[in-house]
């Protein structure tokens, strides 16, 4: 098993988006796959998972705000 690593945020954003792409880029060729093959509800599973992907990588590299309390 791998020790913790700590990454200072550039390092972590940077990491973040990296691994994102290469999910990313493998879930567009497998989606590209299934369309050609015909398999639509495949095909539209595959657009969501890339666009979750997508969606969560933003969500990791965004710095988090706390709500303002009034």
């Not at 200072?8 to 093959?37: C, D, G, Q, W, Y």
């Amino acid at each position: 098993m791998k020790s913790a690593q700590y990454l200072s945020a550039p390092n972590r954003t940077a990491r973040i988006l990296r691994e994102s792409a290469i999910v990313a880029r493998a879930i567009s060729r497998h989606r590209r796959e299934t369309a050609l093959k015909g398999r639509t509800d495949e095909t539209h599973a595959m657009v969501a998972l890339y666009l979750g992907v997508s969606e969560m990588a933003l969500g990791l590299t965004q710095p988090h705000q706390q709500p303002d309390v009034a």
